[in-house]
């Protein structure tokens, strides 16, 4: 095939120089695989050097604690990967000796990694001939073949999946990340494709057709479901009050603000402050928040005060002098919301 020897040539002059591209660890491999979900590349940089600094290898990955680990991860977002990291890394140490499985199949079977993951992984740290089809391959096949079909439809990810296995080089580790590549700073999303510098320009059927940006093709998502939340930003001596969410659902294990669902009037989240035992020192502040989730999105109203009284010790008082994973920061550092 034309366009993987054109790939094959163009990588190795002009791919970024990040540092899990220089290794063939799987290890190292997963855990930016797993950071690069969802998050920029500049902003995995220094959590992934920081990450293995300190937890080097699977095993002391499934020994550390889950708060060092959230905090490790504090502000990556979508904390549910670093719980399936080290669920993960759990497995491997007593199923495989703390040896990452070699095969793209077994590692499907460990939580928190897809079939992209298992590709990356098993290609580039073992060659195995497996593709590892992300959004940026499949929006560059869909651009290279001019195929409008539906990018996030599951039956063209098998479909590309499919071809591109077919078409496998030697290095397959080389030429997933020669896509990945090429997607993520050549043939870029939202219609801004730099054809101009493009290795495969010439064989590209979307740039001869002149539809390059118009693909790939996605049918709209559904939109998030938005939910009212109020959210007491309580204060004992200038310290947060926290509590603990619980440790399985959305945000499961991080320290929160205390929050309720609905808008409480002002007369109702005062009735809310003295039934746990807490009175105000002051003038209850009110305050609008919004904070944006994948699927949700909370629109907050936050009361703010300053209390005393014995409801005080059912929180946890966060003095500043440890460092929490909290859940969202809204009014901890600063209480005009
Ligand atoms: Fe993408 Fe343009 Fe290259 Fe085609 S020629 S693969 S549209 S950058």
Known sequence: MEYVDLLMNWYPGHHRDLPWRNTRDPYAIWVSEIMLQQTRVAAVIPYYERFLKELPDVSALAAVSDDRLLLLWQGLGYYSRAKNLKKAAGIVCERFSGRMPDRYETLLTLPGIGSYTAGAIASIAYGERVPAVDGNVLRVYARLTNDPSDVADPKVKTRVFDALSAVMPNDPGMFNQAFMELGATVCVPNGQPLCGD???????????????????????????????????????????????????????????????????????????LTARGLHPLGDLMRYTAKHVFTHIEWHMRVYAADVAGEGVKDFIRSDGSQSIPTAFAVCLADRSV
């Not at 790939?216 to 204060?235: G, H, M, Q, S, W």
């Not at 945000?251 to 002002?266: D, F, H, K, Q, R």
């Open 198 to 272: 493009c290795p495969l320009k010439d064989v590209c059927k979307a740039r001869a057709a002149g539809t390059a940006g118009l693909l790939p093709n996605k049918v709209p998502k559904k939109p998030r479901t938005i939910e009212d939340r109020t959210v007491f930003a309580l204060y004992e001596w200038g310290a947060p009050l926290l509590l603990k969410r619980p440790d399985k659902g959305l945000l499961g294990g991080l320290y929160e603000l205390p929050n309720v669902p609905g808008m409480l009037s002002t007369a109702e989240a005062a009735a809310w």
